[in-house]
């Protein structure tokens, strides 16, 4: 990682949020003692408001905020729809799924509980 990159991270994170997330008995994951890659993160679109706490927690940039893809916004349920139009369409993508090491801070920081980890194998 570059030092630019390496600033934007730093910039990205909430110490508060992280704070909170890594005390929290949500946490799941294997505390970034995992290999890059070995699991990866899933977001549910029916849940997920686009909040970014995963962004604000994540130490290895897993996450970005953008708008949710028509096809997966078509393919939920009414409710979910109404919720995910309502929040402004916003949702998490997962850029860079490999870089994830498990810390668990993601799951435990999401306020909708949209986040799951899961073996990438
Ligand atoms: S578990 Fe979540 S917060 Fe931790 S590295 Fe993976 S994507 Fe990032």
Redesign the pocket.
């Known amino acids: 990682m570059s030092d630019a990159e390496s600033n934007t991270r730093q910039s990205r994170l909430d110490p508060d949020k992280v704070s909170r997330a890594s005390l929290s008995p949500r946490r799941v ?1 294997e505390r ?1 003692g995992a290999a890059p890659g070995a ?1 990866r ?1 899933s977001v549910d679109p029916g849940r997920c408001e686009g909040k970014a706490d ?1 962004v604000a ?4 940039d ?2 970005e905020i953008g708008r949710i893809d028509d096809s997966v916004y078509r393919a939920l349920p009414l409710r979910a729809r109404f919720k995910v139009w309502a929040h402004g369409k916003k949702t998490a993508h997962i850029p860079h799924a490999d ?9 435990a920081a999401c306020p909708e509980n949209a ?1 799951t ?1 899961v073996c990438a194998d």
């Open positions: 994951g970034c699991y993160p995963c927690v994540c130490p290895h897993v996450f870089a994830c090491q498990a810390c668990g801070l993601c799951v986040i980890l």
